[in-house]
Structures are given as C-alpha cells and as structure tokens.
C-alpha cells in the first residue's frame, strides 16, 4: 500500500515553461487536493477534487489546472511558470462521505524552484 | 470555517508530555477539531480529531473543553521525533473537506 505517490520530488523550471505535477493514491479515496507551501508559512489550498470528474478552486487556483479522470489520479498543470510558483506541492486524499469526517493522508511533496 | 489560535512555540522535555493548546473561541457545533503535524519538510501527517468528546487513539489525546471553545493535544510521552510543527484545524462537516491550515506551533522536544 504505497499511499499518496507525488512525482517528481525535485524539479527546476524555467519561466514561462509549463508542466504537470503527478499525483496517484491507491487507497480509493473520493476526495484529492493540492496544496502550496512556501517557506516559513502555512500550506494554502490550491484546487481540490471530490471525485472523477469533478474539481473546484481552493484559495489559490490562479495559474494552476487540473482534472481528474479518474479515481487514483489528480495532476497539477503549472501552464506558464513564474518564479513566485517556486514552492513546495503537497497533494492529499481523503475518503469523502457527506457529513463524514476523515483524516487525510499527505504525498511527500515536489520540490519546484522556477528560475 | 472558524480561525484558530495557538502559540507560535513550545518547548518540551524529553519524556515529559506535551501539551498543545489551540483556540476556536467562534466554533459552531457542525465543526470537528483537527490536529496536524508536520516534521521538517514532509508531507504533514494527521494525528487526531474530534467533535465534542475526548478522544484518544495511539498518537495523542485531544481534550476538549465542554463549551468546546479550546482545545489540548496532549503527547503523552514525548520523543525527539515528535518535534515538528502541529497544526489545529476546525472544519465544517459539510464543507467538501477542504483543509484550512493556518501558522501553527513549533514543538521543539529537548533532551
């Protein structure tokens, strides 16, 4: 049971480039999200997803897409990189049921500096 | 979703337990109380949470007051490893479980 799986763990981009952020659970979980941390401060919800086919803004979606397909898989697509992307990308997954609350399980984050 | 408020650090001795105090003075009853952790740069890990009661599970212990306006995460035996950065969260329960984190406290475990 691998849990949340975020590749790459490490990436450089240069600005203007674009890219997708790969994220994968194998727990059947209805509930995927992508968060952002930069240095110093909290982490902030960048777009969340409650199941196949359905996704949602968070607090921070600007410059940022995603899809998802299905169940396992929730990818992050930076569409044109700029330096204030430069951050830590957490993906997390949850079981999702009305009324219901879970624990959340986090990636080990990706690593991304835009130069 | 109500803010929280806990001390930006604590201190604590190895062994000793550690108490972790968090305020949600504006919670409604539909919000649970979350704690997080996150240990240096890792994904952060959930730890515990709760509603109204007490609650207890291999990790920690989450104490809430009764009119749940604060709560406590008690380590009961804290080790080097636990020092990391907790985070409490309050969450609606219906509010399509998004995840507000907010600054935290550093928990520094000394030996």
């Known amino acids: 049971n691998a849990g949340v799986t975020q590749t790459p763990k490490f990436q450089v981009l240069k600005t203007g480039q674009s890219m997708t952020l790969q994220c994968a659970q194998d727990m059947n979980h209805e509930y995927m999200s992508w968060y952002r941390q930069d240095p110093g401060m909290g982490l902030r919800l960048i777009h969340y997803s409650v199941g196949a086919g359905i996704t949602d803004q968070g607090e921070v979606p600007n410059g940022y897409n995603v899809s998802r397909s299905t169940t396992e898989d929730f990818p992050l697509r930076l569409l044109s990189a700029a330096p204030s992307q430069t951050s830590v990308y957490f993906c997390?997954?949850?079981?999702?049921?009305?009324?219901?609350?879970?624990?959340?399980?986090f990636g080990s984050g990706t690593r991304l500096t835009v130069v | 979703d109500a803010k929280t408020t806990q001390p930006p650090s604590m201190d604590c001795a190895e062994g000793r337990a550690a108490n972790l105090p968090c305020n949600h003075s504006t919670i409604s009853g539909n919000e649970y109380v979350y704690w997080y952790r996150q240990i240096h740069s890792q994904g952060p890990q959930y730890i515990i949470h709760?509603?109204?009661n007490n609650e207890t599970n291999e990790m920690a212990s989450l104490i809430i007051t009764e009119d749940r306006k604060s709560s406590t995460l008690i380590l009961p035996h804290a080790t080097l490893r636990d020092t990391a950065v907790y985070y409490c969260i309050v969450r609606h329960m219906e509010y399509g479980n998004k995840l507000v984190f907010g600054a935290g406290t550093i928990l520094r475990v000394k030996s």
């Open positions: 997390a997954s949850t079981r999702y049921r009305q009324g219901r609350n879970y624990g959340y399980t």
């Open positions: 709760g509603l109204k």
